[in-house]
């Protein structure tokens, strides 16, 4: 395995050593940003200059591997493809029905609510159902807008922005982003008011989102493997409404060379990649958007703070050619001021290996880290670390992180690993998630606190790592061992301790992604949390076209936890004449808390139970599958 260089591990431990005060005086130096092209004769200039430096094309790009076609090499268009209304009035922000990861920063879904009503993505699908006295179907529409050809396309994630349905979506067919907007009323009922294309290429991650929503602004971050030797400007970011009249000269670019910035570090050209930042305007019902990008190697992850948008980057070639790691961290910020960067060492495993607070950067790496792209979140190897480091030392990306920002830490067990900052600890160790059950009967968590410079500690648990998720200030650990889940509540005070375990026989997870699974605290020790279970033995990636069996309704008291019952599946073997996104790579199950409701979204049921005597019972169930109710379909 490769290593962390061993002068950084050396200085690691002795800064280690030092007190809190002693690292704080280490000098600072003063702040820069990126450089960006002074105008797009200097960007074409420096293409060209790139292009006569590689070699001739003899093989796809790194990223390009996962995707079917780069966005600049896209076919035109033959078929349709495919900010906001004015607020409710009198109606408050909504209550947040989704396991995110930054309070403040809502993560694409598919399932949001809006007033008396949760909106579904499914299947390529919109669907609306009220909860009044009772559950009742109210609308859909098709995801991609009336008109537009789905074949090739994926609808994946959905946010809500007031009256504003988006729904983000990825076009093998256009090579491109499409972001829908859909109008809802009071009733539910949606309605199309347009599509937009972005060039773009497949942003897709086992693990991660690719839109987020602070505030007014719609954020997502998207990949551009670059084609040297091809129209490589005519891939850069850009911007179109679709129309049935529609054609590529309708492209509008919405980043001008003045917003793409680089560093001094040479990148391959089968590998390099415009790593863009799309900011989109929602207070217009107009969507503009403009966009930022910076020049990097292929491999990536990326993370959304409150304030800020980090993408980590990593040459994996040079990582394996060389015994010092190649990588780099790019801070940009939500405020549209220009990007700074630092030189790094490692890769993260995903977006829940960083934590921006009190004007640091923690994230989590590893020495053979791969990136998230695709499903490669879900294997990483070599040393692990820790790198902690002011804010203050983003720059023009010339200067690294100093060794003593890295603290040597254990490395899992496994390959297959979870990780996640819960308040003033990070937890992390391995399972199988996607993989089949983890039949181990002693797997390590490892808990550490990254604000001190305690010695790490490493807890045996009887049961793999496959999630980890805040309890309040505490810590739940869900893993597998042979056909049956456990639970682990994780009490983090002075010390990490296990507080209880509790165990479900013949089960598995039914979803692997952050959002499977919901906590509503009612009071600083106690809450009820919502997990999607299946049978025993199951395969994680059995999720894409198996529903969940049922959600797995358990009360927390004290890090006591409590089986309180289930909400279960009824409807089998729908036929929906599925036409896009026939797949469930997002999931179908969810846990739903809301206004002192319980529901399970499960497939094309929503069910809701009520909390009495001690345990969940059933008490509303409504069917929202296509052709399954009359309701009223969008024009």
């Known amino acids: 395995m490769k290593r962390f260089p061993i002068v950084v591990l050396a200085a690691a431990l002795i800064a280690a050593a030092l007190p809190a005060t002693a690292r704080s005086l280490i000098p600072i130096p003063p702040a820069k940003t990126l450089t960006a092209f002074k105008d797009e004769a200097e960007l074409k200039d420096w293409l060209e200059k790139e292009r006569k430096r590689q070699a001739p094309p003899g093989r796809r790009a790194l990223g390009a591997m996962a995707d079917s076609m780069s966005a600049q090499n896209a076919p035109a268009l033959t078929s349709p493809a495919a900010p906001a209304a004015k607020a409710m009035a009198g109606t408050a922000k909504e209550e947040s029905i989704t396991n995110t990861q930054t309070v403040g920063v809502d993560e694409g879904g598919i399932v949001k609510v809006h007033g008396e009503h949760l909106v579904i993505l499914r299947r390529g699908r919109l669907f609306t159902v009220a909860m009044g006295a009772s559950l009742s179907p109210a609308s859909y529409a098709d995801a991609f807008g009336e008109g537009v050809d789905p074949r090739g396309a994926w609808y994946d994630e959905m946010l809500i922005h007031r009256n504003t349905v988006i729904v983000i979506g990825y076009s093998y067919a256009r090579g491109g982003t499409e972001v829908g907007l859909f109008d809802i009323d009071r009733a539910g009922k949606l309605s199309h008011r347009g599509t937009y294309h972005l ?9 991660n989102y690719a839109s987020r929503l602070v505030g007014d602004k719609l954020v997502f971050y998207t990949p551009l493997y670059l084609n040297l030797h091809g129209d490589t400007l005519a891939g850069f970011p850009a911007m179109r409404k679709w129309s049935k009249d529609a054609v590529p000269a309708d492209f509008k670019r919405i980043a001008p060379a003045t917003r793409i910035y680089r560093t001094d570090d040479a990148v391959e050209g089968q590998g390099l990649t415009l790593h863009t930042v799309t900011s989109c305007d929602l207070a217009k019902r107009d969507m503009a958007c403009e966009a930022t990008g910076v020049l990097g190697p292929a491999g990536r992850v990326f993370y959304v703070s409150q304030e800020n948008v980090f993408v980590w980057t990593t040459d994996h070639r040079r990582v394996a050619k060389e015994a010092r790691s190649a990588s780099a961290v790019f801070r940009m910020p939500l405020s549209g001021a220009p990007p700074t960067a630092l030189k790094a060492s490692g890769s993260p495993i995903d977006q829940f290996s960083f934590l921006e607070s009190d004007g640091f950067l923690n994230v989590l790496v590893r020495s053979e880290g791969r990136g998230e792209t695709m499903w490669s979140s879900e294997s990483s190897a070599g040393s692990t670390a820790l790198m902690r480091v002011s804010l203050d030392r983003f720059g023009n990306g010339t200067d690294a992180a100093p060794a003593e920002a890295y603290r040597k830490l254990p490395s899992p067990a496994g390959y297959t690993v979870q990780n996640r900052f819960v308040g003033s600890w990070l937890l992390y160790g391995s399972g199988s998630t996607w993989g089949g059950p983890n039949a181990t009967k002693r797997n390590p968590l490892h808990a550490v606190r990254w604000d ?34 456990l639970l682990s509540s994780v009490r983090l005070d002075d010390t990490a301790t296990v507080a209880h375990r509790f165990t479900r026989e013949d089960a598995a997870q039914g979803e692997t992604r952050s959002h499977g699974f919901f906590y509503k605290p009612d009071t600083d020790d106690t809450g009820l949390l919502g997990l999607p279970v299946v049978g025993g033995g199951r395969a994680g990636h059995k999720q894409l076209r198996d529903g969940s069996a049922a959600v797995m309704f358990m009360r927390n008291d004290a890090l006591m936890l409590g089986d309180i019952g289930e909400l279960g599946a009824k409807a089998t073997g729908t036929d929906d004449a599925c036409k896009a996104s026939c797949v469930d790579w997002y999931g179908n199950a969810r846990p739903v808390f809301l206004r002192g409701r319980i529901f399970a979204l499960l497939g094309y049921e929503i069910v809701e139970g009520r909390f009495s005597s001690g345990t969940i019972n059933e008490v509303g169930r409504a069917s929202f599958a296509p052709g399954a109710q009359r309701i009223a379909r969008a024009p």
């Open 199 to 207: 060039k773009s290429n497949d942003y897709y991650s086992s693990r």
């Open 452 to 485: 001190l410079c305690d010695a790490p500690q490493t807890i045996s648990l009887p049961h793999g790592v496959d999630r980890i998720e805040a309890l309040g200030r505490h810590a739940l650990v869900v893993g597998t061992a042979g056909k049956d889940l």
